[in-house]
């Protein structure tokens, strides 16, 4: 969503408290968390909360990542409402986890705070460490500023549940995570309308002696992924209602895919999480000088939107895709996405990769609408280029 | 869009000062962000934190490279590289007990010397300086009022809340006439 309007429920909050205020609204009844710059705000809010009486969930913390996802993923089989949340090092090294959790259909939430991954150490906010996840069964959403941050916990219970897949959340370090500015706290009556408590099928502690992931042949373990598959393919439309009943209940939309002055536009720009925001300063100024300029913002990212991608990029002249990570070997992971979602289209735009921002480079508005007349006359590189 | 740059030490408060600053000017309404970047920063390496006040939403999330004004709590941080992120001329409020003349400044950037140590310590603040920087900042910068950065303090103080109050108020008084020279 755009910066929300001012508003009488608005507190100054950051990107990492906003989203324990999320949680506190959605009340999961088990939370393992394990602490890392830069996810750990979330974690302090979230116990603050519980010694003040506000937050009621069994609170774990457990040695490392690995544990809490796993208490997570066994939680959530017994039929509880599971949240966890980490950042970079954390998200890798839960990364077998991640793959366990999507297999067992366990629809745990978790809020991952995009950061630089070792070697070198570093903080900075770039989004490698999630979407080198991005074949592991998760949904994935990425959010712009602090109040889409917050909204987007709150669906992504919705979502979760509808479909019993595991839904990360994404947002960029500091830039969001740390970033002070006001945000709207929905009622908790309205989250409770949004997020009704519905019976789930339960696969642990329901007495029937049951087993969770045991052994299975070949056939049956391929029927899951086509299982999974099904369940993937209903996650967009459900991600559609939920922004759909949630703008009903606050003026706040955040669908799947975000257009900004979008509908004329001739250059596009197409990117995910913070970087967005600067973007549409960067289109104010271009559309001010005349150039018929666009932002396509992508929230979800998996399963990727690819129909209404290919729709929204039609009769894009210039699509410049801005990535802030880098897949070694291949270049801009969003690049790579959008290249094959655009493959054997009729007339496609000419797409213009460019790793913009990685490491935590800070990319500001003058940049993006410089190289809006850069495009212009060029012939887009087969490869993602660095945005110098 | 006012934008502001506030560098000092890890511990000193100035990612505080920041949250402080913020808090007023949305008490009066106006759209604010701000964000501190660390990651290895520890107590007395060199910390910044960024605050842009707006009367429409702010939306850009990138650094701040020219800011209006800069709060600067410790005066041996005055380089060119920090001066360099406030604009040409931009309003430079420092921490210091030397004279102003003495302070490095670039192009037309306007110097503003805050002695926070002797107002923190006259208000019985021992080393905390950044209520009395925050009064001088607010009465240098003419925004927001003293009352407002005041109450934001009294509201905010977990200890010695008549105290910070007083040191504002003190260092707010004092800079007024400098405010009128520059």
């Known amino acids: 969503m755009n910066a929300p309007a001012f508003a009488d429920d608005m507190q100054l909050l950051n990107g990492n408290h906003a989203v324990a205020w999320g949680v506190r609204l959605a009340g999961p009844d088990v939370a393992p968390l394990y602490p890392i710059t830069p996810q750990t705000p979330i974690l302090e809010k979230l116990i603050e909360f519980q010694s003040s009486g506000a937050f009621q969930a069994e609170l774990l913390t457990p040695e490392s990542e690995h544990s809490a996802m796993a208490a997570a993923i066994a939680a959530s089989a017994t039929g509880a409402r599971v949240f966890t949340a980490t950042s970079s090092q954390g998200l890798l090294l839960m990364h077998e986890l991640l793959h366990f959790a999507s297999g067992a259909r366990t629809p745990i939430v978790m809020f991952n705070v995009n950061r630089t991954p070792a070697s070198p150490w570093g903080f900075w906010p770039d989004q490698i460490d999630s979407l080198s996840q991005r074949d592991t069964g998760w949904v994935q959403l990425y959010s712009e500023n602090p109040q889409d941050s917050l909204d987007s916990v709150i669906q992504a219970f919705r979502i979760a549940e509808a479909t019993n897949l595991p839904v990360m959340i994404n947002h960029d370090a500091f830039y969001v995570s740390h970033s002070v500015e006001p945000v709207s706290l929905p009622s908790p009556e309205a989250v409770t309308d949004f997020l009704p408590r519905q019976a789930r099928d339960i696969q642990l502690g329901d007495g029937s002696g049951r087993s969770l992931g045991a052994p299975i042949d070949q056939a049956s373990w391929n029927r899951t992924r086509r299982d999974l598959d099904e369940a993937m393919k209903t996650v967009e439309q459900f991600a559609i209602d939920a922004s759909q009943v949630w703008e009903k209940q606050t003026g706040r939309a955040s669908a799947p895919l975000e257009f900004y002055r979008y509908h004329d536009a001739e250059i596009v720009f197409v990117t995910m999480g913070s970087m967005c925001g600067t973007a549409r300063e960067a289109i104010d100024r271009l559309r001010t000088s005349g150039i018929k300029a666009g932002l396509l913002k992508v929230r979800l990212f998996r399963p990727l939107p690819n129909e209404a991608l290919r729709d929204a990029l039609r009769g894009a002249q210039h699509a410049i895709v801005l990535d802030r990570n880098y897949s070694p070997g291949t270049g801009g992971v969003l690049h790579q996405e959008l290249r094959s979602v655009l493959f054997g289209t009729q007339d496609p735009p000419r797409l213009h990769g460019y790793l913009a921002g990685v490491g935590g480079l800070s990319v500001p508005e003058e940049r993006l609408e410089a190289l809006a007349t850069e495009v212009r006359d060029t012939v887009p590189a087969a490869n993602s280029l660095w945005l110098e | ?182």
Do not use: H, W
């Not at chain 2, 060199?46 to 004004?69: E, H």
């Not at chain 2, 950044?130 to 009294?154: D, H, K, R, V, Y």
């Open chain 2, 1 to 182: 869009m006012l934008e502001i740059v506030i560098l000092g030490r890890g511990g000193q408060g100035a990612q505080t000062a920041g949250n402080l600053l913020a808090q007023a000017f949305f008490s009066q309404g106006k759209y604010v962000q701000t964000f501190s970047t660390y990651g290895g920063a520890r107590r007395g390496t060199p910390v910044t934190s960024s605050l842009r006040v707006s009367s429409s939403p702010i939306r850009q999330r990138c650094n701040i490279t020219q800011a209006s004004a800069l709060l600067c709590f410790d005066d041996s941080l005055l380089d060119a590289g920090y001066l360099g992120q406030a604009a040409e001329n931009a309003l430079i409020v420092v921490n210091t007990a030397k004279p102003e003349d003495t302070l490095m400044r670039l192009g037309g950037q306007r110097i503003v010397a805050v002695d926070g140590k002797t107002i923190a310590r006259r208000n019985k603040m021992g080393k905390v300086v950044n209520s009395a920087l925050l009064g001088g900042f607010c009465a240098a910068l003419g925004q927001p009022g003293l009352e407002s950065i005041a109450q934001t303090i009294e509201n905010s103080a977990p200890a010695k809340k008549q105290e910070n109050v007083a040191a504002c108020r003190e260092a707010f008084g004092l800079l007024e006439p400098v405010l009128e020279r520059v």
